[in-house]
């Protein structure tokens, strides 16, 4: 059974970065055919997909947010982080990863992160 948390601040100050780190645990990053990605849900709004990596470690992108977001990963430990960069008010949402597979299942339980001075 594959799981996946969350993890990082959960209140960031803008124009800074923001870094959350996602740990799978019952599934490995580098299986092939499956991906891992960061969803975002600001607050009443529409979930919003951000980006993934890949088995091999390459990197898909939201074009709207690829200026500002980078993800990696370490196999090592069997994580993989966001970086969003100059974050805003706007950035404020839920943060999820998840595991791409003909879908996006499962997810995490999300972690809230605030933008706020």
């Known amino acids: 059974q594959v799981q996946l948390q969350e993890s990082g601040p959960g209140l960031v100050k803008p124009s800074e970065t923001l870094s959350l780190t996602c740990t799978v645990s019952?599934?490995?990053?580098?299986?092939?055919?499956?991906?891992w990605g960061w969803i975002r849900q600001p607050p009443g709004k529409e979930p919003e997909w951000m980006g993934a990596i890949d088995a091999s470690g390459t990197t898909y992108y939201n074009p709207s947010l690829k200026s500002r977001t980078s993800i990696s990963r370490d196999t090592s430990k069997n994580q993989f982080t966001l970086q969003l960069s100059s974050v805003a008010p706007r950035d404020t949402a839920v943060y999820y990863c998840?595991?791409?597979?003909?879908?996006?299942?499962?997810w995490g339980k999300g972690t809230l992160v605030t933008v706020s001075s």
């Open positions: 998840a595991r791409g597979s003909q879908g996006w299942s499962p």
């Open positions: 019952g599934g490995s990053i580098t299986t092939n055919s499956v991906v």
